[in-house]
Each structure stands twice: as structure tokens, then as C-alpha cells.
């Protein structure tokens, strides 16, 4: 029999995939039908196309660990199919990564050469950068596979049996180089989405409140534009930095595997996939205006 907290816990999970899924899926099925149309697709439509491909994958992923977790399914991984959850998991951040790059160097009122030279460059830039981001992750997904398998097993074990022993073996199989590369890949999409993000932030709030304190009378023509593209940026940076927390606290051993913070953590580290792609939707014309018409079709059926 469930405790009430955990069918609680999975049926805010399934919600969630849910949600994800189809957000997620509108922004695929929307740019793919306008590359089908317009027979070309822009760099950033690609962006979003290729970030929300993931994030769906991400999702079913993350649902399935959830029912692993909570012991109502076997789950069976050998390493080669975790080396392709390693894939997924750091495309997305990278590729996300790369959506607030785009964003700070388009939208930020910064006067620097540098800006100024990826303001002209980054929309030619950003086809090279994903497919460089998919051949450099599945290259180190196969090449630190075996390893981040082996911490893994060692989180997995600790929460399905732990009192066991074992465990620091396996942890002592890994060297210490390739556990500082395994970090690392993981650390820098973090590291280059703060900069780009908190750079955005700070020039638009700069810029906002300069905007106020000039204006006289009339509220400035701009002024509400700006607030909403902090407001999208503040959400987005809270997302995805809480994902990171979150999830370093759901497998730092704190916790147990039932126990309610535990689950509270994994429900808001597969938070930021779904409702950042809504964000994305509410945020975007184009978007928003094809989600409405789906949900009308489907009202209709």
C-alpha cells in the first residue's frame, strides 16, 4: 500500500511529464511545419526545435526514474543506455546554455566590440554550435560512460540498499583526472549560463531604471517590454540554477528514498523543462498563437 505523500508525489509527476511533453511538442510540431512550408528554417527557430526535442526525451526519461525509484517498475540500464541519458541530459543544459547566450547578445543594451561583433555573428553562429555541442557530448558521453556509470551504480545502491559496503569501491575505480573531466562538463554549461544570463539582467534592469528615472510624465513606450523580458529572464535563471541544486540534493545521500523532501527535490528538478517551455510559448508570438489554436482544435474534438 502507498503512503498518500508518494501518490501525491506521482500524480504531480505524471502532470508534469505531461505538461513538458506537450509544451514541448507544440514548439517542435510548430517550427517543423514552418520548415516543411517555408522550405528553411531560422537559426533560432532551430534552437528552440532541437532544446525542446530534448527536453521531451529529458521528461520521459525523468517520469521513468520516478516509478523506478518509488520500486513500481524494474528498471534494467545497462551503460549503454545510460551513456545516451548522459547525452541527453547535457545537450539539453548546453543547449539551453546556448538560448541564454543568443538572448544576452540580441536583447542587451551592453556597448562593447565583443557584443556588438556576436550581436552581427551569433544567429550564423549558433547551427555550429549545436551541432559542435551534439558531437562534443556524444563523444564524452561514450568516452565518460563506463565511469559516470559507475557513480551511478553507486547512488542507485546507496539508495536501494544502504547499509552496503561496496559502494567506495566503486568509487575508487574511478581516477581522479577523469572524475575532475566528468565534473567539469558538467559545471561549464552552468558557468557560461550565469555569465550570459546575469550579464542580461543586470544591463536590462540597468537600463529600465534609467529609462524611469529619465521619463517625465508619460510612461516610456519601452518600459513594459523590458519588464517582461526581466521577468522571463529572472524565471529562467531560477529554473535552471534550481535544477542544479535540486538535484545535487535529491543524490547527496541527505535524504532517504521515500522520504518527502526526497521526492519534493526530484519534482522540482523536472520543474524547469516543462514550465520554462512554457514561458518560452507565452513568450514568443508565433508560438503562443499556434498553442491557442491547438488547444482550440482540441476543445473542438
Known amino acids: 500500500m502507498l503512503e498518500p505523500f508518494i501518490i501525491t508525489h506521482l500524480i504531480f509527476s505524471t502532470i508534469q511529464c505531461l505538461v513538458g511533453v506537450?509544451?514541448?511538442?507544440?514548439?517542435?510540431?510548430?517550427?517543423?511545419t514552418a520548415w516543411i512550408k517555408q522550405r528553411k528554417m531560422l537559426s533560432f527557430d532551430l534552437l528552440l526545435c532541437c532544446l525542446a526535442t530534448s527536453r521531451i526525451c529529458l521528461q520521459i526519461l525523468m517520469f521513468y526514474f520516478n516509478l523506478a525509484l518509488l520500486s513500481l517498475i524494474e528498471i534494467?540500464?545497462?551503460?549503454?543506455?545510460?551513456a545516451i541519458f548522459m547525452f541527453i541530459y547535457q545537450l539539453e543544459l548546453w543547449l539551453a546554455t546556448w538560448l541564454s547566450v543568443f538572448y544576452c547578445t540580441k536583447i542587451s543594451p551592453i556597448a562593447h566590440p565583443l557584443f556588438f561583433w556576436l550581436k552581427l555573428r551569433i544567429s550564423k553562429l549558433l547551427p555550429w554550435l549545436i551541432l559542435g555541442t551534439m558531437l562534443c557530448t556524444s563523444l564524452t558521453s561514450v568516452l565518460h560512460g563506463k565511469y559516470a556509470w559507475i557513480l551511478f551504480q553507486n547512488v542507485w545502491s546507496s539508495f536501494l540498499f544502504p547499509n552496503a559496503t561496496t559502494q567506495v569501491r566503486k568509487i575508487e575505480e574511478i581516477p581522479v583526472l577523469q572524475a575532475v573531466f566528468l565534473f567539469t562538463e558538467l559545471l561549464l554549461p552552468l558557468v557560461i549560463f550565469l555569465i550570459s544570463a546575469?550579464?542580461?539582467?543586470?544591463?536590462?534592469?540597468?537600463?529600465?531604471?534609467?529609462?524611469?528615472?529619465?521619463?517625465?510624465?508619460a510612461r516610456p513606450p519601452g518600459l513594459s517590454v523590458h519588464i517582461s523580458a526581466l521577468r522571463s529572464f529572472m524565471s529562467f535563471l531560477l529554473l535552471y540554477v534550481s535544477q542544479y541544486m535540486m538535484a545535487t540534493l535529491a543524490f547527496s545521500h541527505i535524504f532517504k528514498i521515500r522520504d518527502f523532501v526526497f521526492l519534493f527535490c526530484l519534482l522540482l528538478v523536472g520543474l524547469y523543462p516543462s514550465v520554462h517551455s512554457i514561458v518560452l510559448i507565452l513568450g514568443n508570438p508565433k508560438l503562443k498563437q499556434n498553442a491557442k489554436k491547438f488547444l482550440l482544435r482540441g476543445k473542438c474534438y
Not at 76 to 82: H, R, V
Not at 198 to 217: C, D, K, N, P, Y
Open 22 to 32: 506537450l509544451a514541448n511538442g507544440v514548439i517542435v510540431v510548430v517550427n517543423s
Open 198 to 217: 546575469l550579464l542580461l539582467i543586470f544591463s536590462l534592469g540597468r537600463h529600465t531604471q534609467q529609462m524611469i528615472s529619465t521619463a517625465t510624465g
Open 76 to 82: 534494467s540500464l545497462p551503460p549503454g543506455c545510460f
